[in-house]
């Protein structure tokens, strides 16, 4: 009796392991360095993205890292991980890059070492939150797909 016990409680530990666990986007450059996002999987109907704050998928930021230095909205991203928010807006979401990546830890717009509004369109109804990287040339596209909305943020590799 004991052992079906233990097999069950190890089963419950992996499920909710599994169910928890945050998923990746990558870019791959052309010279094998990677940026790459991780992220909660959530839907609209577990979370909501609040206008004028910031979007935390899960209660977690959005983590970036990045093997190369990156320029967004006008300011050089070095190397390194980052965490970030977007911020919906009805007409256009902003994107902060903040160098914060402390678990658990608030936002704070003092950090932000880049912050930009980024490209936002109007889109059919997505359930889940999706988040993937576009790579052209020198450029890695993040695109945010959640709601009735997208939004794209461009990076260019240095």
């Not at 666990?21 to 909660?40: E, H, M, P």
């Not at 999706?130 to 945010?144: P, Y």
Request: proline letters at 6%; hydrophobic letters at 40%; aromatic letters at 10%.
């Amino acid at each position: 009796m004991v052992r079906v016990h233990v097999v069950v409680v190890a089963v419950l530990l992996l499920v909710s392991c599994v169910c928890s666990a945050q998923q990746q986007s990558t870019c791959n450059l052309d010279d094998g360095r990677q940026v790459y996002i991780r992220y909660n999987p959530v839907t609209t109907k577990t979370d909501k993205a609040p206008y004028g704050k910031p979007f935390t998928p899960g209660g977690t930021a959005m983590t970036l890292f990045t093997e190369a230095p990156l320029n967004f909205g006008g300011t050089t991203i070095p190397i390194g991980a980052y965490s970030v928010y977007p911020i919906p807006a009805k007409e256009r979401w902003t994107l902060a890059v903040n160098k914060n990546v402390t678990a658990g830890a608030a936002y704070d717009e003092r950090q932000d070492i880049a912050k930009a509004a980024i490209e936002t369109d109007p889109v059919s109804p997505s359930e889940a939150l999706e988040v993937a990287f576009a790579h052209v040339g020198d450029k890695c596209t993040l695109r945010i797909y959640f709601g009735k909305t997208a939004s794209f943020a461009t990076f260019v590799v240095k």
